[in-house]
């Protein structure tokens, strides 16, 4: 187990988990999953990407604040 990088505000050890209820989380996460299923790294880094943006804009309770 490894902590958080010091320093860098994306904490790519613990990607976004997608907010029970919430249908863009919901497809987000499935995205990422079918993603990480094909083993497409890149689209599977693009999901969490828009997880962390679509969470801080309307799940802000729910992210833990990495900036200062
Ligand atoms: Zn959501």
């Not at 976004?16 to 987000?28: F, H, K, Q, Y």
């Not at 993603?35 to 990407?49: I, K, L, P, W, Y």
């Amino acid at each position: 187990m490894s902590g958080p990088v010091p320093g860098d505000g994306y904490d790519i050890a613990r990607p976004p988990e997608p907010v029970p209820g919430c249908a863009r989380c919901t497809d987000l996460g499935v995205r990422r999953a079918v993603a990480r299923a094909e083993f497409d790294g890149s689209a599977e880094t693009d999901m969490n990407v828009l997880l962390r943006r679509h969470q801080r804009a309307e799940h802000p309770s729910t992210v833990p604040t990495v900036l200062p």
